[in-house]
């Protein structure tokens, strides 16, 4: 089994920024694509950013785009997501997932829960007005 372990949430103030980094098994990161997925309360879960294997493509949500950037560092076998310029829209559990697709088939197929393999557990991102 895959293990994905998120990081770096917390609270944070409106305009502010942080930065989110998930761990990714290195035997299998550089061919996995890796997304990123936040569930408020009372909400639905909803795509966030996805990058693809090799960090060939990249893909935003309308709601984080212009202010999310989603990265691959491959040293640390992670996938970073900056946030900047917060709101707080954006207060959520962050959940990051991976996917072994080969193909790309675009914003469409990353924003779907179904297609990817492994989730991690989550981390709180609070932001205050």
């Known amino acids: 089994q895959v293990q994905l372990v998120e990081s770096g949430g917390g609270s944070v103030q409106a305009g502010d920024s942080l930065r989110l980094s998930c761990a990714v098994p290195?035997?299998?990161?550089?061919?996995?694509?890796v997304g990123w997925f936040r569930k408020a309360p009372g909400k639905e879960r909803e795509f966030v950013a996805a990058?693809?294997?090799?960090?060939?493509?990249?893909y935003y949500a309308d709601s984080v785009q212009g202010r999310f950037i989603i990265s691959r560092d491959n040293a640390k076998s992670s996938v970073a997501l900056q946030m900047n310029r917060l709101k707080p829209e954006d207060t959520a559990v962050y959940y990051c997932?991976?996917?072994?697709?080969?193909?790309?088939?675009?914003?469409?197929?990353?924003?779907?829960?179904?297609?990817?393999?492994?989730w991690g557990q989550g981390t709180q991102v609070t932001v205050s007005a």
């Open positions: 997932a991976a996917d072994s697709e080969v193909a790309d088939f675009g914003r469409y197929y990353y924003s779907r829960e179904i297609i990817w393999d492994y």
């Open positions: 290195g035997q299998i990161f550089s061919n996995y694509s």
């Open positions: 990058i693809r294997r090799r960090g060939i493509n990249r």
